[in-house]
């Protein structure tokens, strides 16, 4: 058995491998500042001072909670609280929501507020759907760096089953970071972040239902065998952070970028041509 200290920094040190060019970048970057006249065509940075602060978080969290994995494991696993029929209808619910869920959810909304031209419901869909596919792409190079094994393969009482590269080939081992809980998180994040540029007071009540929702599905995760505790810290650090950087691109440093413009302001025309058919145009609106 694995001492306690060597467990969290197998944990704080997957983190690390894919995490360090970020802070590096980010320890040597200049805070965001609010864009005045005299910065309208200065280039603001994506990364910020603070950043370290937000991944070390989290990556310190993981490390703490991982020598109680195995008991957490145990104890969510007993049978008394799998045959509770409520909480399993629950964890499959929420296994649902922190998968396909936030998917459908942000392209259904970004779809309604094109279709309905609700400015702000489409860049909340279509961002929410960056953050998502964004987080998923570093929780995908967390896992297969990091080799973890699952607790529903390598058993409750081994979680220091890490393996440096094991998530590459065909028996990968994928548990570290939980991927539905970088997406619930991403998305929470991002929702949080959108409607507060709409309306700051709004902050209050959905902040706390968007990441008590989040924390669900992790829990969802571990009810389900699928994940270690530290697996959902980590995945919920992976989702917050990514969700952050992509609302900066979006709304501080690139307002302006291709896809804002092409999937938010564009609007498709069609107006007949000289040889008497038809031609397909687009009209932009620069992204407010």
Same mark, same amino acid.
């Given at each position: 058995?694995? %001492? &306690?200290?060597? /467990?969290?920094?197998? +944990?704080?040190? $997957? =983190?690390?491998? @894919?995490? #360090?060019?970020?802070?590096?970048?980010?320890?040597?970057?200049?805070?965001?500042?609010?864009?005045?006249?005299?910065?309208?065509?200065?280039?603001? %940075? &994506?990364?910020? /001072?603070?950043?370290? +602060?937000?991944? $070390? =978080?989290?990556? @310190?969290? #993981?490390?703490?909670?991982?020598?109680?994995?195995?008991?957490?494991?145990?104890?969510?696993?007993?049978?008394?609280?799998?045959?509770?029929?409520?909480?399993?209808?629950?964890?499959?619910?929420?296994?649902?929501? $922190?998968?396909?869920?936030?998917?459908?959810?942000?392209?259904?909304?970004?779809?309604?507020?094109?279709?309905?031209?609700?400015?702000?419901?489409?860049?909340?869909?279509?961002?929410?759907?960056?953050?998502?596919?964004?987080?998923?792409?570093?929780?995908?190079?967390?896992?297969?760096?990091?080799?973890?094994?699952?607790?529903?393969?390598?058993?409750?009482?081994?979680?220091?089953?890490?393996?440096?590269?094991?998530?590459?080939?065909?028996?990968?081992?994928?548990?570290?970071?939980?991927?539905?809980?970088?997406?619930?998180?991403?998305?929470?994040?991002?929702?949080?972040?959108?409607?507060?540029?709409?309306?700051?007071?709004?902050?209050?009540?959905?902040?706390?239902?968007?990441?008590?929702?989040?924390?669900?599905?992790?829990?969802?995760?571990?009810?389900?065998?699928?994940?270690?505790?530290?697996?959902?810290?980590?995945?919920?650090?992976?989702?917050?952070?990514?969700?952050?950087?992509?609302?900066?691109?979006?709304?501080?440093?690139?307002?302006?970028?291709?896809?804002?413009?092409?999937?938010?302001?564009?609007?498709?025309?069609?107006?007949?041509?000289?040889?008497?058919?038809?031609?397909?145009?687009?009209?932009?609106?620069?992204?407010?």
């Amino acid at each position: 058995m694995r %001492s &306690l200290a060597h /467990r969290g920094r197998a +944990l704080v040190l $997957g =983190a690390v491998i @894919a995490l #360090a060019p970020c802070v590096a970048h980010a320890q040597s970057a200049p805070p965001i500042a609010t864009a005045t006249a005299d910065s309208v065509h200065h280039r603001l %940075s &994506l990364f910020t /001072r603070s950043d370290p +602060l937000i991944i $070390g =978080a989290f990556m @310190a969290g #993981a490390a703490a909670i991982g020598p109680f994995d195995s008991n957490i494991a145990r104890a969510i696993r007993a049978p008394s609280v799998q045959s509770d029929r409520t909480a399993s209808r629950a964890a499959s619910a929420f296994n649902f929501i $922190g998968s396909k869920g936030v998917v459908i959810a942000g392209l259904a909304t970004y779809g309604i507020g094109r279709l309905g031209h609700v400015e702000h419901v489409a860049d909340l869909g279509l961002h929410t759907t960056e953050a998502i596919l964004v987080s998923a792409g570093v929780t995908s190079i967390l896992k297969e760096l990091a080799g973890r094994q699952r607790p529903g393969v390598a058993g409750i009482n081994d979680p220091d089953d890490f393996k440096f590269g094991g998530g590459f080939g065909k028996h990968a081992s994928s548990s570290f970071p939980s991927g539905h809980a970088t997406a619930a998180f991403a998305t929470a994040t991002l929702v949080t972040l959108e409607t507060h540029h709409w309306k700051p007071s709004s902050t209050w009540y959905v902040a706390p239902v968007m990441f008590g929702g989040a924390t669900l599905v992790g829990v969802a995760r571990l009810y389900s065998n699928a994940h270690w505790a530290s697996d959902v810290v980590m995945g919920a650090g992976v989702g917050t952070f990514t969700a952050l950087e992509v609302y900066r691109y979006n709304h501080v440093t690139s307002r302006h970028n291709r896809v804002n413009r092409w999937l938010l302001t564009a609007v498709p025309s069609v107006s007949p041509d000289v040889n008497g058919g038809a031609m397909l145009g687009w009209s932009f609106v620069a992204p407010r």
